[in-house]
């Protein structure tokens, strides 16, 4: 075999270990990505329940415009529900009463942030007025 020919594998070996490297670094950034979303969409979906529990009345089984106990809230939200947190298959979420006008849901996804060191997370304040909802990307 000739110097070119050696040259040429070497070469083609070099592009495609960089090829593989580029390919899982994009697989993993869309990984985290996609969890990210997934997290915030699952807290949206939560926030919605809970405004609509914040908005029902009292006979109807809601809050009368309170946010009275956790167990009331998470029973509406409808997650498999622990006490303060909800976890579906996407990440953990706490919930967090300020008061009877506001909660927050903090979401910890399953997938590595853009840090390298912890998992995707995001903060959600529900305001039970006609302010609506905050939402804060942590990484």
Known sequence: MGTQ????IVLSVIIVGIAVAVGITMFNAQATNSNRQAIVGDMNNQASS???YYKTPLTHGGGAGSFISADAVGTWIGYDWNGTYCTTGNGQFTITFDNTDQI???GLGTEVGSNGSTNVSATMTIIGSTSG???????
Do not use: G
């Not at 020919?5 to 040429?8: A, F, K, S, V």
């Open 5 to 8: 020919q050696i040259l040429l």
């Open 133 to 139: 909802i905050t939402t804060l990307i942590l990484n």
């Open 50 to 52: 809970a405004l609509a």
């Open 104 to 106: 927050t849901i903090v």
